[in-house]
C-alpha cells in the first residue's frame, strides 16, 4: 500500500492543487447531515466505495472542518480514490490544526516538501514517522534521497547503511546507493554496486533484473543490458524479448 502510495504522490503536480470532483447524488442530503454524511462514508468506506466515502466524509469536514479525525479519514478516503492533490491539500490542513497528522499524512508530506526542494521539512516529517518495521526500512530510504537532494553524498550513504543492515534488505539498499553513486557521478561505484546486487540475489527476480538492464542501457552501455536480461531465458520470454529489441 506504501508502494502504491508513494508512485501515486511521484506522478501528482504540486502546483494549483484542485479537489477531485465526486458524484453529488453519492452525498447525503437529509436530516443532521454532519452525523448522516459521516456515518454513510464509514459505511462507503467498508464496501470499498470509495468515491460515495470520499464525497460523504468531505461533506461532514464542511460542517467540522478542524476535526483531526475527520480530515485524516478523509485524506484516506481521497487517496484511495485517486483524489492525490485534494489528499495533500487535506494532509496541509490537518498539519494547521495542531500537526493532527498521521503516518500516512506525513509521508505524503515529505514527499510534497521534497518535490518542491524544501528538504529541511521533508526531513521533519520523516522524523514524525513511528519506529515500526516497515519504517525502519521505509524512513531511511526516503531520508537517504532527501540527503541526495541536498546533494548531501555522505549523509545518503549514511542512510541507506541502516536499511543494508537489516536482515533480508541489503540488496534493495545496494541497488538504492548505486543510484544515489550514479547521480553523483561516481559511475565506477556505481557499477560495482549493481554488480554486487545481482551477484548476491543469486537468482535475480524480474524486477532487479529490468532496473540492472535499464541502468546500463541508460549509459550506453547496450550488451551488458542485454547480457542481463538473456541469462532470464527459460524464466521470462517479455525480459528475452526486450534483451533482443535492443
Not at 456515518?39 to 460542517?63: H, M, P
Not at 538504492?176 to 547521480?183: D, F, G, V
Request: net charge positive; proline share 4%.
Amino acid at each position: 500500500a506504501v508502494a502504491a502510495f508513494s508512485l501515486a504522490l511521484a506522478g501528482c503536480q504540486t502546483t494549483a492543487l484542485q479537489p477531485t470532483p465526486h458524484t453529488a447524488s453519492t452525498v447525503y442530503t437529509g436530516p443532521s447531515s454532519t452525523t448522516g454524511s459521516y456515518l454513510i462514508a464509514r459505511q462507503a468506506y467498508r464496501a470499498r466505495d470509495l468515491d460515495r466515502a470520499a464525497s460523504n466524509f468531505e461533506a461532514a469536514l464542511n460542517d467540522d472542518p478542524e476535526n483531526p479525525a475527520l480530515l485524516r479519514r478523509t485524506f484516506l478516503a481521497e487517496l484511495e480514490f485517486g483524489g492525490v492533490p485534494t489528499a495533500i491539500t487535506l494532509a496541509r490542513r490537518a498539519e494547521r490544526v495542531g500537526n493532527a497528522t498521521g503516518p500516512f499524512m506525513d509521508l505524503a508530506l515529505a514527499l510534497d516538501a521534497s518535490k518542491t526542494g524544501n528538504w529541511a521539512k521533508a526531513d521533519d516529517h520523516l522524523l514524525r514517522l513511528p519506529k515500526t518495521r516497515l519504517n525502519q526500512i521505509l524512513r531511511p530510504l526516503l531520508s537517504g534521497w532527501v540527503a541526495a537532494g541536498r546533494s548531501d553524498w555522505v549523509a545518503a550513504k549514511e542512510s541507506f547503511a541502516k536499511v543494508k543492515s537489516i536482515s533480508g534488505f541489503e540488496v534493495l539498499a545496494l541497488l538504492h546507493t548505486a543510484h544515489a553513486k550514479r547521480l553523483e557521478g561516481d559511475q565506477g561505484n556505481a557499477d560495482l554496486l549493481f554488480s554486487e546486487a545481482l551477484e548476491k540475489s543469486g537468482k535475480p527476480p524480474l524486477r532487479l533484473s529490468l532496473a540492472a538492464a535499464i541502468y546500463y542501457a541508460s549509459s550506453q552501455r547496450l550488451d551488458e543490458a542485454r547480457r542481463i536480461l538473456s541469462a532470464r531465458s527459460g524464466r521470462d520470454h517479455d525480459a528475452v524479448g526486450i534483451a533482443a529489441v535492443w
